[in-house]
């Protein structure tokens, strides 16, 4: 397994650079974005914030204000991505982002985006809420809170070594596709059925 | 925090002054079991982390999970941002007063949301409200029973919805798994679970599998082999089998912590079997996520702190 530190945004060169299978540490600012934000950039809306070339990433951090009226991030796992699926083929062509960052592995439609417009898919470790948070150094701002609410709204974390796996990658390649055929393979020969 | 669209809040009920001692020992069970995963869980994971190879994105996965439960003890933060299902198995002495036991236990749930123990999980499934305190119907559950003795013995589990949204009930036979009522065909249909839940409920999972009953009692009664501990041997000895078999071959299958590959797709299996009638023959299969998190406490009937369950 490979270690790769990148710093956002990254170029789509370094991108396509990768290969399922890679792990990488994420530094430099990344924005969160669940079901509200998708649906939001799906219906071509615009956001305050410039995303190109950065990473979105599904999850509904839970942030406090300090007595010093400061954002701390309290828990920053990833949420089920699939629930993207419908969008974020359209987000990473209309929008530009490089990385997308979750859990669970996405569909047919964000692969081929993946191909056709240079970005890839981050397996976050699914439940890791505390070590996740632990890398976000500084939440630099937050867009759309009032229409969306905390776990919806746009987080922007700056972040150092946040821990990821590459697991669909900008060449068709997909570790989940792969892992369930094997697996199904493996199933087949213990149940003692034939395909 | 706030989270949107936020729905009527449910007041919490008054804490008695004579229910005081239960409400802090009920709030302390919650905050234990939020933030710190019982020695069985952790025993576990650190087994799975032990069969994964070297460098491998299996052992990384494994590494990082081991690495958050840590973190999540230190700072008593939750463990994982998803507080899940809030799940309460009750023994109650006989004759003692259980509304007032529920009550207790929906101002301590109150009060741990407050507190950041648990997420603002509750939403109303027609409007999509968030209840904003995790009561609402149906929230939280608590099955109670009652037992003879003069104490209260308590356990919570806190149960995630990615790792609930991959649970599977079957109905016997099954014939696109060739799946024939009796126990080769349990075995059939629970490795096919484990397939079809690939990493998507937060593998290494634990599983809760009930063999007959309906299709209620099966899945609430498949939750309640949670309790039992990751390491028990079942006194039934067909089941015993089972189960070992299960594992050994839902590891071989090769889909790992959060389906990365590897060796570790469970951390353990538990069955039990409930008569069922001759027409139907349900499995129900409940997934657990690794962050298996359960606790209890034995107490007094006035509701003191004797000891901890999983310690
Ligand atoms: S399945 Fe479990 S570990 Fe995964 S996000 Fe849900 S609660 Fe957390």
């Not at chain 2, 958050?68 to 933060?77: K, R």
């Not at chain 2, 027409?279 to 006035?302: E, T």
Request: charged letters at 20%; one cysteine or more; proline letters at 5%.
């Amino acid at each position: 397994m490979r270690e790769i530190k990148l710093t956002l945004p990254v170029s789509e060169e370094q991108v396509r650079a990768l290969n399922v299978g890679d792990m990488v540490l994420l530094s430099g600012v990344l924005y969160t974005g669940r079901d509200a934000v998708h649906k939001h950039l799906y219906e071509g809306k615009s956001i305050p914030v410039d995303i190109r070339g950065s990473a979105i990433y599904h999850c509904g951090p839970v942030v406090v204000k300090t007595e010093s009226g400061e954002w701390s991030v309290r828990a920053a796992g990833p949420t089920t991505s699939t629930r993207e699926e419908p969008y974020q083929a359209t987000v990473i062509e209309k929008f530009g982002i490089r990385a997308v960052i979750g859990k669970g592995g996405m569909g047919a439609k964000t692969l081929k985006a993946c191909k056709d417009f240079g970005c890839v898919y981050l397996h976050a470790v699914g439940g890791a809420a505390q070590v996740l948070a632990e890398t976000v150094q500084k939440v630099r701002g937050v867009s759309m809170l009032e229409e969306f609410g905390s776990p919806e709204a746009i987080w922007e974390l700056e972040v150092k070594d946040f821990p990821a796996l590459v697991t669909i990658d900008a060449h068709g390649n997909s570790l989940h596709a792969d892992v369930a055929a094997s697996s199904e393979q493996k199933l087949n020969e213990v149940l003692g059925t034939k395909k | 925090m706030a989270t949107n669209p936020k729905g009527p809040m449910k007041t919490p009920p008054a804490v008695p002054a004579t229910h005081q001692t239960l409400f802090e020992t009920l709030l302390e069970l919650i905050r234990m079991t939020s933030t710190n995963l019982p020695p069985d869980v952790r025993k576990s994971v650190v087994d799975g982390l032990e069969k994964e190879k070297a460098g491998s994105a299996g052992e990384y996965a494994m590494k990082v999970i081991q690495r958050n439960i840590d973190i999540a003890c230190g700072v008593s933060q939750p463990l994982c941002q998803d507080t899940g299902s809030i799940l309460f198995f009750v023994k109650t002495p006989v004759g003692y007063d259980q509304i007032s036991f529920a009550e207790v236990a929906e101002a301590a749930v109150a009060k741990a949301t407050e507190l950041g123990y648990l997420r603002q999980n509750s939403v109303d499934s027609i409007t999509g409200q968030n209840s904003g305190n995790n009561l609402g119907p149906g929230t939280p559950t608590i099955y109670f029973e009652q037992h003879r003795s003069e104490d209260l013995d308590i356990r919570l589990a806190l149960k995630g919805g990615g790792c609930e949204n991959v649970g599977a009930q079957y109905s016997l036979p099954d014939s696109r798994l060739g799946a024939g009522r009796d126990l080769e065909g349990v075995r059939k249909v629970v490795l096919d679970a484990v397939y079809q839940a690939q990493g998507k409920g937060c593998g290494p999972g634990i599983l809760g599998v009930v063999i007959g009953g309906d299709r209620s009692t099966g899945f609430s009664y498949s939750k309640k082999l949670f309790l039992r501990p990751l390491d028990d041997e079942n006194p039934d000895g067909r089941l015993a089998e089972l189960e070992k078999r299960i594992m050994q071959e839902a590891n071989s299958l090769g889909i790992g912590p959060m389906g990365f590959g590897g060796n570790t797709t469970l951390l353990g299996v538990k069955i039990a079997a409930l008569n069922r009638l001759p027409a139907s023959f349900y499995v129900s299969v409940s997934y657990m996520c690794w962050a298996f998190r359960r606790q209890g406490v034995k107490a007094a009937a006035n509701g003191a702190l004797k000891e901890w369950i999983y310690k």
